[in-house]
């Protein structure tokens, strides 16, 4: 008998065959390319086709999606037995796990998630969500959550009373006014810097090891529980005092920028990095702190610093102080020295030998001898009333700033090393820089040098000449030039045609007539002020953005073709007319004294302060 099917059991028959069709293919969409791409990438699928084979996904217990541009996750719901998830640094704007709840460990940090919904994850006890845009962020649900990442985002509130297992929190970067931790008795590491936090209660936290509150405005901060604390960061908030007596195994206390006028750290034995930077410390005791190797107190009030009991010590920043007295003598594994700005008329290093960097400058030393310092690579004596400085011995020196004293010969001949080198304000009459090949920055104004032989400098990119006596100055082997500072010498020309990547020229106060700048084609300011200039031609010189032309004999100055000019100063020259119609982003222009018998048309220079 032939059977007859009614249309609505035809319809019924063709649906059917169709979700049997769809079920028996078991597949998951990933509407996502990159996604997919990464799913392939994986082995978890084979073709770009915008669907996964569920069977391949759902047994899946970790994966790893970091930095692959993706910003669509949907299909991330039949990853059911997902334990472990990462997909940091890519595009998210949104994430849905709520389907995957056997979730332990969720990695999201450095995307665009607004928001993010973990309630539905009450297994999880490692949550990373960094660097995101999350203003709420609810754990209430989350009990057994152990690590807590939430920095760089925009929370105003975090409620963790839930969540008593809590033993990492950072929420660093937000804007937190209030943070309770009482119920986070596990706590072992806090960081909370940068936040808005005017308390902080950590009494209860006696397993912190790490506490982090740098950049609040704290005006107190009682650690005097936290006996277990290695780590204490309180730099950048309003502290006028601090006691860490208590904190017996602190080893790292970072509390610059503060106010404190005093700190007692005699019972702090284990101590080897302190940093008191920018306070109002007129002393400090480090006498028992013997394992110090990193001590900074710079910008402080200090008038002596005894450090005869720290022969550990590797790093010293005493920079900005009332010091006039400076023993070093039992500091023999010193490397780093500042002691800037002080009173120092003497400074004896001889002990010192291991030392790579010292910076003295401004004191009142009259010598200083670095003959035993043979390491050295890094040398800043500048502002003192040196009248000789033997560099002899120091043949690593990469770095020499000697400017603002009173020498007037230096012989640098054995410092072959010599990368950048700063000689200005002495009363130099010669310089010799020919064996220093290696040389990219000279700085040399102020001085009285007649002459200077660049030749063999050919890596020069940075050079100060200005305010000497120079009758020339041949640059022709310096092609890597970007600054030039020759104003106010007697050069009566100067040629640039080899040094095309000029980007910045002052060669004002000279004696030349004539500018050829046709070939520095990245100029970017240009300065010759008070100078013999009868004409300048300009017009290769598009990216120019600064001009600066005053006093010297210009009858006219063409500027059509410089349209990125912002400042332009060209007063008194001789100039009759000036056309800037063309210099639309022009923002300031001096051009008085000169012979223009009309108004300058500024209509098109609506940007003009």
Known sequence: MNKIYTPLVIVFLVLSSGFVSRKQANVTLIPDSNFELALIELGYDNVLDGAVLTSNISALTSINLDSKNISDLSGIEDFTSLIEFSCYNNELTTIDLSHNIALTEITVWNNQLTELDVSKNIALTYLDCEENQIGNLDLSKNTVLGSLYCGVNLLTSLDLSNNTSLEILYCGLNSLS??????????????????????????????????????????????????????????????????????????????????????????????????????????????????????????????????????????????????????????????????????????????????????????????????????????????????????????????????????????????????????????????????????????????????????????????????????????????????LDCESNLLPDLYLSNNTFLEVLA???????????????????????????TTIDISHNTLLSSLVLWENKLTSLDISENKALIYLDCEANQLLSLDTKNNTELLYLIFENNEMSGAIDLANNLNLI
């Open 507 to 533: 060669c004002g106060s000279n004696l030349f007539e004539n500018l050829d700048l046709s070939k520095n084609l990245a100029l970017l300011e240009l300065d010759c002020y008070n100078g013999q200039l």
């Open 178 to 483: 209030e943070l309770d931790v009482s119920k986070n008795t596990a706590l072992i590491e806090l960081d909370c810097y940068f936040n808005e936090l005017t308390t902080i209660d950590v009494s209860q936290n006696t397993l912190l090891n790490a506490l982090i509150v740098w950049a609040n405005q704290l005006t107190k901060l009682d650690v005097t529980k936290n006996t277990n604390l290695i780590y204490l960061d309180c730099e950048d908030n309003e502290l006028t005092s601090l006691d860490v007596h208590n904190n017996t195994n602190l080893e790292i206390l970072y509390c610059g920028l503060n106010n404190l006028t005093s700190l007692n750290i005699s019972n702090n034995k284990v101590l080897n990095t302190l940093d008191c930077y920018n306070n109002k410390l007129t002393s400090i005791d480090v006498s028992q702190n013997k394992l110090l190797d990193w001590l900074v107190v710079w910008a402080n009030e200090l008038t002596s610093l005894n450090l005869s009991a720290n022969t550990a010590l590797i790093y010293l920043d005493c920079d900005e102080n009332k010091i006039n007295n400076l023993n070093l003598s039992n500091n023999r594994a010193l490397e780093t020295l500042y002691c800037g700005q002080n009173l120092l008329t003497s400074l004896n290093v001889n002990a010192n030998i291991a030392l790579t960097a010292l910076d003295c400058n401004d004191n009142k030393l009259t010598s200083i001898n670095v003959n035993q310092n043979t390491l050295l690579e890094w040398l800043v004596v500048w502002s003192n009333e040196l009248t000789a400085l033997n560099l002899s011995a120091n043949k690593e020196l990469l770095y020499l700033d000697c400017e603002e004293n009173k020498l007037s010969n230096l012989d640098v001949s054995e410092n072959v090393k010599l990368v950048g080198l700063y000689t200005g304000l002495n009363q130099l009459t010669s310089l010799d820089v020919s064996d220093n090949t290696a040389l990219e920055t000279l700085y040399s104004g102020v001085n009285l040098l007649s002459d200077l032989n660049l030749s063999k400098n050919t890596l020069l990119t940075d050079l100060v000449v200005s305010f000497n006596k120079l009758t020339s100055l041949n640059l022709s082997t310096n092609i890597l030039l970007t600054d």
